[in-house]
């Protein structure tokens, strides 16, 4: 498709990332529109949710998503990830607002540190992309980000000055991406500048759903940093991978950084062996080597993406049976207290 060639990345009418991102759609009506779908194809629950869409966390996708979605489907697996349903709003026993209970991992405000030697950022709130099952839609962001004032920046960097035991600081979200180069570029320097400090890690869906965010100001901040970088972009399935992400993955691989990937395991959009083993194989296509496939964090109103630990271990060994044993992620659960991602045993293949 002409749209998905990277020269097209600098076609006026799709402008910066900053014009892009400010484009992004946020009404569902026309979501579905665009999509040529009825709106009342969506479950009977639909409606309802398309109105709760409208407030609190609203539906948000920039169109260089929509443009990877398939017009017509209402199943579209990366529709689903950001389309709101009033399944959103059914109440689960186990599912709750604060299940990895990070209010009790603060070091400073925006500052958590659960594990051993590292320590994550909460650099802002904002992200390109408003992912229905994001475990950070209920966190209130106005309490705890490091990024509201600058005076919080400088509450977390004396926090993490006066911790030489950190080792890698983790920039997270909401998305670091969705900072300017200039604020990024200035966090970072900050960040250099702790010599305990080895590695910085970047958390991000962002090259994925806005390719045109990986632009020559950010490529040259992480060329010329000299911690070693770590970037962990979340994707779940491989028609999220179009040439023109592909084009950001391998210029952001260019500059020296680690390229890893992380995904999670969602119902209904990638709970298939062969939709998990095309999605590594799309990845590492573009140069980004499989992370973490994460079990979904319990938090109200995703409850229908829900795959169980039982079928989530099958899958993995169907896909250990598919892929070269590089290709295969983690599957991997956070739980509240624990000293590090609990990572599950899939056992033999059967
Ligand atoms: C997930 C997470 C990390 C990173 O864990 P790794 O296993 O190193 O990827 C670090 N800190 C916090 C608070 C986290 O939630
Ligand atoms: S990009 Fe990440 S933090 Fe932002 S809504 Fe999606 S899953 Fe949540």
């Given at each position: 498709?002409?749209?998905?060639?990277?020269?097209?990345?600098?076609?006026?009418?799709q402008?910066?990332w900053?014009?892009?991102?400010?484009?992004?759609?946020?009404?569902?009506a026309?979501?579905?529109?665009?999509?040529q779908l009825?709106?009342?194809l969506?479950?009977?629950?639909g409606?309802?949710?398309?109105?709760?869409?409208?407030?609190?966390?609203?539906?948000r996708?920039?169109e260089s998503?929509?443009?990877?979605?398939?017009?017509g489907?209402?199943?579209?697996?990366?529709?689903r990830?950001?389309?709101?349903?009033?399944?959103?709003?059914?109440?689960?026993?186990?599912?709750?607002?604060?299940?990895?209970?990070?209010?009790?991992?603060r070091?400073?405000?925006?500052?958590l540190?659960k594990?051993?030697?590292?320590?994550?950022?909460?650099?802002?709130?904002a992200?390109?992309?408003?992912?229905?099952y994001?475990?950070?839609?209920e966190?209130?962001?106005?309490?705890?980000?490091?990024?509201a004032?600058?005076?919080?920046?400088?509450?977390?960097?004396?926090?993490?000055?006066a911790?030489?035991?950190?080792?890698?600081?983790?920039?997270?979200g909401?998305d670091p991406?969705?900072?300017?180069?200039?604020?990024?570029?200035?966090l970072?320097?900050?960040?250099?500048?702790?010599?305990?400090?080895?590695?910085v890690?970047?958390h991000t869906r962002?090259?994925?759903?806005?390719?045109?965010?990986?632009?020559e100001?950010?490529?040259?901040?992480?060329r010329?940093?000299?911690?070693?970088?770590?970037?962990v972009?979340?994707?779940n399935?491989?028609?999220?991978?179009?040439?023109?992400v592909?084009?950001?993955?391998?210029a952001?691989?260019?500059?020296?950084?680690?390229?890893?990937?992380?995904?999670v395991?969602?119902?209904?959009?990638?709970?298939?062996a062969?939709?998990?083993?095309?999605?590594?194989?799309?990845?590492?296509?573009?140069?980004?080597?499989?992370?973490?496939?994460?079990?979904l964090?319990?938090?109200?109103?995703?409850?229908h993406?829900?795959?169980?630990?039982?079928?989530?271990?099958?899958?993995?060994?169907?896909?250990?049976?598919?892929?070269?044993?590089?290709?295969?992620?983690?599957?991997?659960?956070?739980?509240?207290g624990q000293p590090?991602?609990?990572?599950?045993?899939?056992?033999?293949?059967?």
């Amino acid at each position: 498709m002409l749209t998905n060639s990277p020269g097209n990345r600098h076609l006026p009418e799709q402008g910066t990332w900053q014009q892009q991102l400010a484009a992004a759609i946020t009404d569902p009506a026309q979501l579905l529109a665009r999509l040529q779908l009825d709106p009342a194809l969506l479950d009977p629950a639909g409606l309802a949710g398309l109105q709760h869409g409208a407030q609190g966390f609203r539906l948000r996708v920039p169109e260089s998503f929509v443009r990877r979605m398939r017009p017509g489907d209402p199943a579209d697996p990366l529709l689903r990830q950001v389309l709101p349903l009033g399944l959103e709003l059914a109440r689960t026993p186990g599912f709750s607002s604060d299940p990895l209970a990070e209010s009790s991992a603060r070091l400073a405000p925006g500052l958590l540190q659960k594990y051993q030697g590292r320590a994550l950022l909460i650099t802002t709130g904002a992200c390109a992309v408003h992912c229905r099952y994001c475990f950070r839609r209920e966190y209130d962001y106005a309490a705890d980000t490091a990024e509201a004032d600058s005076g919080r920046w400088e509450a977390a960097l004396t926090a993490l000055a006066a911790n030489p035991s950190i080792h890698e600081i983790i920039l997270s979200g909401g998305d670091p991406l969705s900072l300017s180069n200039a604020r990024l570029g200035s966090l970072l320097q900050r960040l250099q500048q702790l010599p305990h400090l080895r590695r910085v890690r970047l958390h991000t869906r962002t090259p994925i759903v806005l390719p045109a965010r990986v632009d020559e100001g950010l490529l040259q901040l992480l060329r010329e940093l000299r911690l070693q970088t770590v970037v962990v972009v979340h994707a779940n399935h491989a028609a999220e991978i179009d040439a023109e992400v592909t084009g950001a993955l391998q210029a952001l691989r260019a500059t020296g950084l680690t390229l890893l990937s992380q995904s999670v395991l969602l119902a209904g959009i990638n709970d298939a062996a062969q939709t998990l083993a095309a999605l590594s194989e799309a990845l590492f296509a573009a140069g980004a080597l499989p992370y973490y496939l994460f079990l979904l964090d319990r938090i109200n109103g995703t409850a229908h993406f829900e795959v169980s630990r039982e079928r989530a271990r099958q899958l993995m060994q169907e896909l250990n049976a598919l892929l070269p044993g590089y290709l295969l992620p983690r599957l991997a659960q956070e739980e509240p207290g624990q000293p590090s991602k609990t990572h599950i045993d899939i056992g033999s293949v059967l």
